[in-house]
């Protein structure tokens, strides 16, 4: 018992801090493509030097691990600036939302990496979730930002839903944060051509936020998590991690003076239901299929 609130503990720290990162897409006058490179520098070396100091090596186990690692590590580079730049186009609120349509995207993807079929309930879910999102569009038009925004933070979602399943299809050999530091380096080295002569020019005050973004809402988040994993299960902590949209909402109202209109809210809460209800569904299907 004392294992799995240690775990608990963990899960809703982790959770807290990934939902203060949205508010550095607003804080930090950079573009997203540079907080991003900056975000992934400061987070390897900080999971290096975590690794390092529990004696564990940084080195894959294979050729075949690093080529795997590359792929995930492009795909966490999309979906890190285009979340970013979701959230500078619209508000934290609506790219939080927008980005949590991953649930149901992964419902749909998931079909062609692994034997699974669609059924009802996520042509349901599917529907929820196009309310959620048509409630929070002010108007079909590419001309306006918040369109581009959630436009943005849905692309971003779907690389986030492609990266995990392949994460979890080929790469749960290795630990949260020895994955991460790895494709935290890749992100990294894949932003190097594209960041700006700004992020050089920065004031010493984004330079300590990046600091904050890289190692307490990047590097230490995905290593609570992955302690978390060895005392609860992973439906437990998916559900957890439903709440992180609430705590950037909250956030940027205190910190950034962000008022979510009720459509914004309204469509947040189909988004977010529609997600724990695939969330607790695919755990039921999957313990089905353990017990067959």
């Known amino acids: 018992m004392e294992d799995v609130k240690k775990g608990l503990i963990s899960a809703h720290l982790g959770v807290f801090l990934l939902g203060i990162t949205a508010l550095f897409s607003k804080l930090i006058p950079l573009s997203s493509t540079d907080i991003v490179f900056a975000r992934s520098v400061i987070a390897f070396i900080a999971l290096a030097l975590l690794l390092k100091i529990t004696k564990k090596s940084l080195r894959l186990f294979s050729y075949k691990d690093y080529g795997i690692a590359i792929g995930l590590g492009l795909l966490m580079s999309v979906h890190w600036v285009t979340y970013f730049a979701a959230m500078q186009y619209s508000t934290v609120a609506i790219g939080m939302i927008a980005l949590f349509t991953f649930p149901m995207i992964t419902v749909f993807i998931e079909p062609f990496f692994e034997p699974v079929k669609l059924v009802w309930q996520d042509i349901m879910s599917a529907i929820v979730v196009l309310i959620g999102i048509v409630l929070i569009v002010p108007e079909a038009d ?22 995990n399943i392949l994460h979890r ?16 380096l890749v992100v990294a080295i894949s932003l190097v051509a594209f960041a700006s002569g700004s992020l050089t020019q920065a004031k010493p005050y984004d330079y300590f936020l990046l600091l904050l973004l890289g190692t307490l809402c990047t590097a230490a988040p995905h290593a609570l998590v992955a302690s978390s994993l060895t005392h609860i299960r992973a439906k437990t902590f998916s559900l957890i991690a439903c709440i992180q949209p609430l705590y950037g909402v909250v956030f940027a109202y205190l910190v950034l003076s962000e008022n979510p209109t009720w459509q914004t809210l309204a469509g947040g809460l189909f988004v977010l239901s529609a997600a ?16 067959k």
């Not at 299809?169 to 935290?184: I, L, R, V």
């Open 169 to 184: 299809k080929h790469f749960t050999q290795y630990s949260g944060p020895h994955a991460m530091a790895m494709q935290s």
């Open 142 to 163: 590419l001309g306006n930002e918040v369109t581009w925004g959630i436009l943005l933070g849905i692309f971003s979602a779907f690389f986030y839903a492609l990266r």
């Open 276 to 291: 724990i209800y695939e969330t607790v569904n695919t755990h039921k299907l999957h313990k089905k299929s353990q017990e």
